[in-house]
T-cell receptor, first 112, second 111 residues
């Protein structure tokens, strides 16, 4: 079983919909949680970063961490066709040095 | 703004051939990384360099070597390519581990 699980999708939604992307994990030592967005044939770019539990909002994006359930979410409000991409979650433990653990990514398609 | 530049973008090798993937960053970051990305597997760390002059193994280092040539450049070498090394390779740099800046990737096929 992988340490970090993501549904690969694709997830197809109409423009303007609220999107929920999720990751589950098994390592209770993870403290740092990140969401990266990756367009086709491009490298990932950091969207959101949270430490420990709680919510963080940035424009149309909200990241949530529920450490008791080992579950993180990324919500996208008023989704746009330009949001169509693969979304990768990533996590790190305090004692993990330079090791990030990535999920496999969820492919999102927002249709006009 | 160049950011992280990787060359080449595409490469086809025969089993047993060698090649070097080049990476350069212009953000004055201390840390640099090489990842591979395979379908459904996420990104896996091959090697990293926390600062100029140091390199360390990541999760999947077998079959690869690296060189931190200077603060800007970090190369990845495949000495004897194998079909299992067919993948997309990403170089990244950072000051804070949580915020990696990635290049556009090298798509490598080993036949």
């Amino acid at each position: 079983q992988k340490e970090v699980e993501q549904d690969p999708g694709p997830l197809s939604v109409p423009e303007g919909a609220i999107v929920s992307l999720n990751c589950t994990y098994s390592n209770s030592a993870f403290q740092y949680f990140m969401w990266y967005r990756q367009y086709s044939r491009k490298g990932p770019e950091l969207l959101m970063y949270t430490y420990s539990s709680g919510n963080k909002e940035d424009g149309r994006f909200t990241a949530q961490v529920d450490k008791s359930s080992k579950y993180i979410s990324l919500f996208i409000r008023d989704s746009q066709p330009s949001d169509s991409a693969t979304y990768l979650c990533a996590m790190r433990a305090n004692n993990a040095g330079n090791m990030l653990t990535f999920g496999g990514g969820t492919r999102l398609m927002v249709k006009p | 703004n160049a950011g992280v530049t990787q060359t080449p973008k595409f490469q086809v090798l025969k089993t047993g051939q060698s090649m070097t993937l080049q990476c350069a960053q212009d953000m004055n970051h201390n840390s640099m990384y090489w990842y591979r990305q395979d379908p459904g597997m996420g990104l896996r760390l091959i090697y990293y360099s926390a600062s100029e002059g140091t390199t360390d193994k990541g999760e999947v280092p077998n079959g690869y070597n690296v060189s931190r040539l200077n603060k800007r450049e970090f190369s990845l070498r495949l000495e004897s390519a194998a079909p299992s090394q067919t993948s997309v390779y990403f170089c990244a740099s950072s000051e804070a581990l949580e915020k990696l800046f990635f290049g556009s990737g090298t798509q490598l096929s080993v036949l």
